[in-house]
């Protein structure tokens, strides 16, 4: 459903939207995100590619949402980072048993109701959660 390298853009992307339109330095997502450090920079790399993100060298540098975390999806940042072409739907054909093919619609069905439900929900309605408070005091927000 959701792999590893979107979950790891979708945990920063958080970060940086409980400071936006501040800056986040790399040491700081990487004490909050927990992804591994070989990793998070490519991971970003690939959302400042995509334009989500804006990066600064210096001492003041670092990470920062380049829009407002209300008008950025958690399925516009999957997709900004999903690698290859991801198999969304699964096909039903004359060739599988009536009953794949009913389970196959199934999943679809799913799959497209989390779509959904990924493209109405905003950073901004992650961030404004009853623990925004207790995540913002321990990481992604300077005290």
């Known amino acids: 459903m959701i792999s590893q390298t979107e979950e790891y853009a979708l945990r920063a992307m958080?970060?940086?939207a409980f400071r936006h339109p501040s800056?986040?330095?790399?040491?700081?997502?990487?004490?909050?995100?927990?992804?591994p450090h070989a990793y998070l920079p490519k991971?970003?790399?690939?959302?400042?590619?995509?334009?989500?993100?804006r990066s600064q060298r210096g001492q003041n540098g670092?990470?920062?949402?380049?829009?407002?975390?209300?008008?950025?999806s958690l399925l516009n940042i999957i997709k900004s980072v999903r690698?290859?072409?991801?198999?969304?739907?699964?096909?039903?054909?004359?060739?599988?048993?009536?009953e794949i093919n009913q389970l196959n619609e199934h999943l679809n069905q799913t799959l497209s109701m989390l779509e959904?439900?990924?493209?109405?929900?905003?950073?901004?309605?992650?961030?404004t959660i009853p623990v925004k408070q207790k995540l913002k005091e321990q990481y992604c927000v300077q005290k």
């Open 43 to 53: 991971i970003m790399l690939e959302l400042n590619r995509t334009g989500l993100i």
């Open 23 to 35: 800056f986040i330095t790399r040491d700081q997502l990487f004490e909050a995100t927990q992804v």
């Open 14 to 16: 958080t970060c940086l």
């Open 83 to 98: 690698s290859g072409t991801a198999k969304n739907s699964l096909l039903s054909t004359a060739s599988i048993s009536t």
């Open 62 to 72: 670092g990470y920062a949402l380049i829009q407002s975390p209300h008008n950025i």
């Open 116 to 127: 959904t439900a990924l493209d109405q929900t905003s950073l901004a309605d992650i961030i």
